[in-house]
């Protein structure tokens, strides 16, 4: 991928799982990737880099940043409306 060789942000292995999960297709890669935040969070907190207020506050970060997401991945699976209104108007008009 040309944004991660230029950016360095995931690893091999972590590269190999995100086409595991078909990255370019579905929310799947997205949860992946926040599950690996949490868990980051989680061993910052056991190893004392942070404190358990800053973990609270980076985990509802973490947890907006999924939901919007989500909210992302709900609106594009939508199929057109036009779509429906036009065969509403074809089977009243063939009804009629």
Request: proline letters at 1%; hydrophobic letters at 45%.
């Amino acid at each position: 991928d040309e944004f991660n060789n230029r950016l360095k942000l995931l690893n091999k292995s972590e590269m190999i799982r995100m086409e595991e999960l078909n990255m370019d297709h579905g929310s799947d890669c997205a949860r992946e990737i926040f599950t690996w935040c949490m868990r980051e969070v989680q061993v910052a907190v056991e190893k004392k880099l942070i404190d358990l207020r800053d973990a609270a506050v980076l985990r509802e970060k973490i947890l907006g940043a999924e939901e919007h997401m989500d909210n992302i991945y709900a609106y594009t699976d939508q199929p057109v409306h036009f779509y429906y209104i036009h065969f509403l108007c074809l089977l009243s008009a063939l009804y009629l």
